[in-house]
């Protein structure tokens, strides 16, 4: 997750040309962001992006107060292909986004256990309800609980369902055979335990499934 927003269009170029497919711009990430630089940065990334700027509740980097979250999302949905948004965003602040003319992904996000797949079935029930695709990243503490993951993978349509940490690691490769429409790589540092990197990605998927979208 790159701080300095000069140098994220570039860094975008890079990773699409290394074989992402689609990129996360993390706002949470950026330093000292404004409305005006984000829709700046959001009109110089030539590849199609999710805008995601990610509540420190649900692991993300961002200090400000909710509306000033929300509005800088909203800043950089006017380019962008998604939003990701959280469904445990207040009501009120959600909406701004649902309201929004872009493709919303809804997502949860869990970093200490994984809930049943019971409870997982009404989370993504729910996301499904007000956005495009739902999103659903959690903890494993056994690999039991990784394939919880992969069942519900099995049953969902238009999610993305991820194991995350070491444990997890495989299931982001074998989610997308159950049609996850994207699956989360990384360039440089990750954003999140577990990922690999893009080239390693592509290279699995492109003998396992070879439309998948890397992120």
């Known amino acids: ?14 990773y699409t040309q290394r074989g992402a ?3 996360e711009i993390r ?15 959001a009109g110089n990334i030539q590849s199609p ?16 107060s909710e509306k000033e979250r929300i509005e800088l999302l909203a800043a950089a949905a006017e380019e962008a292909e998604y939003v990701d948004i959280e469904l445990r965003t207040k009501k009120e602040e959600l909406k701004k986004i649902i309201e929004l003319p872009v493709k919303k992904i809804i997502s949860y996000h869990n970093f200490h256990e994984t809930p049943t797949l019971e409870r997982l079935s009404r989370i993504v029930k729910e996301e499904k309800r007000i956005g495009h695709i739902a999103k659903v990243a959690v903890m494993p503490n056994t690999i039991k609980d990784t394939l919880t993951i992969l069942e519900l993978s099995s049953k969902e349509d238009d999610l993305i369902a991820i194991s995350m940490g070491e444990l997890g690691k495989y299931t982001r490769i074998i989610t997308p055979l159950f049609g996850s429409p994207i699956t989360y790589a990384t360039g440089g540092k990750p954003s999140a335990p577990g990922q690999l990197e893009i080239e390693k990605t592509r290279l699995i998927l492109k003998e396992l499934k070879p439309k998948e979208k890397i992120v």
């Open 27 to 41: 706002i949470d990430a950026i330093k000292n962001p404004s409305k005006a630089k984000i829709k700046e940065l």
């Open 49 to 64: 992006f999710i805008a995601t700027n990610r509540s420190s509740e649900e692991g993300g980097l961002f200090k400000g």
């Open 21 to 23: 497919d689609i990129l």
């Open 1 to 14: 997750m790159e701080k300095n927003i000069k140098e994220i269009p570039k860094i975008a170029t890079e």
